[in-house]
């Protein structure tokens, strides 16, 4: 058997698979996350496009105050379900932050309280709390269980044909355009800031060929796979927070991105899941609020506005792609993507 959790510096890895010790059961598990979080929101488009809301209660933490730079106290849970709109209660412990429930699965843990995490209330543990892992196994794993209406065989998100494909995507995306936003926002020199913000850019036009190429509406195509679930989550937040609060602002979606611009408004007008999972007010007030040496005032922006525009072109064919055309980060697309 597989060691779910190592010792108070590992997170959690189990699984919840048939004939394992966290077998489907409807009811049985609970979700924790924040609707400001893109790793979070990966597991919340799971348990939508899945059909997993039946199956899978979640309970939602406060966008602010994170705590202090150590992350301590982290998030905490309102109050009542009317302190802060679309947070709840812990509806599982009533406890007031989520380092409290991570200390009700081990005492002694030292690594961070980071969301999303996947509880057993039958056994009283996490089952897992890193977001990568969920979204390969969690559409899946309630096949057995679910009701037969048809949802277990749609959306196939890592399809048998399209594995490889998705897993060489999935080591570039999530280094320089999951993980790039965060290295760029959070540079402390100037050198490390010029580093990441040229490699995001770089992803993102390469992203933009991408699609085209493939003919849309999603990245490889026809199918919607688990490589549009990680995009979304970043690009939706990309116009309105990591443009200007993370100096992400060589280019923005819709100005510099026709492609992955219609990609972004299908997948949230057009696919269910999508739109019910992204809450604009959680995702501008949790990183404007949380930040303090990027924004000591605590200030959010208003926009941009809309949020996301309306009117979806579905004829990729005739896009045409855009970039940012910016030398060094033409250079990078080459060095990274050729």
């Known amino acids: 058997m597989a060691v779910v959790h190592a010792g108070p510096n590992d997170s959690w890895h189990g699984e919840i698979k048939s004939g394992s ?3 489907p059961e409807a009811g049985r598990y609970h979700l924790y996350v924040g609707l400001f ?5 990966r597991a919340l488009l799971v348990r939508s496009l899945k059909g997993l809301e039946s199956l899978i209660d979640v309970s939602v933490v406060k966008p602010y105050p994170k705590g202090d730079d150590n992350g301590w106290p982290g998030w905490r849970f309102p109050a009542s379900n009317d302190e802060y709109p679309g947070a709840t209660v812990d509806k599982l412990f009533q406890s007031e932050y989520m380092h409290d429930v991570y200390f009700k699965s081990d005492a002694d843990y030292k690594g961070r309280y980071s969301v999303p995490v996947l509880w ?3 056994t009283g543990t996490i089952v897992n709390n890193e977001s990568a892992e969920l979204l390969r196994w969690l559409p899946n794993a309630f096949n057995d269980v679910l009701p037969q209406d048809g949802q277990k065989s749609e959306p196939d998100l890592y399809p048998t044909h399209l594995r490889s494909e998705i897993d060489e995507i999935t ?11 965060y290295k760029a926002g959070f540079a402390e020199t100037q050198e490390a800031y010029n580093e990441g913000v040229i490699t995001v850019f770089a992803a993102l036009n390469h992203l933009e ?5 493939n003919g849309g509406p999603y990245i490889l195509g026809k ?11 970043t690009i939706i937040r990309f116009d309105a927070v990591y443009v200007q609060h993370f100096k992400c602002n060589l280019g923005t ?3 510099n991105y026709p492609v992955i611009h219609e990609w972004l408004k299908n997948l949230y007008w057009n696919v269910k899941g999508f739109k019910e999972t992204t809450d604009f007010k959680h995702v501008k007030e949790n990183y404007t609020k949380s930040h303090a040496k990027i924004n000591p005032l605590a200030i959010t922006p208003l926009g941009p506005f809309p949020d996301v525009e309306e009117g979806i072109d579905l004829d990729f064919a005739h896009l045409k792609p855009g970039s940012v055309k910016y030398p060094i980060v033409l250079e990078r697309q080459a060095e990274l993507y050729a």
Request: net charge neutral; proline share 5%.
């Open 120 to 122: 057993d209330t039958k």
């Open 253 to 255: 979606i819709r100005a």
């Open 209 to 213: 060929t991408l699609i085209h190429r």
């Open 171 to 181: 080591e570039w995306m999530q280094r320089d355009l999951n993980s790039g936003v």
């Open 223 to 233: 199918h919607l796979t688990e490589l549009d679930i990680r995009a979304y989550a």
């Open 21 to 23: 010790q966290f077998p």
């Open 37 to 41: 979080c893109p790793f979070a929101h």
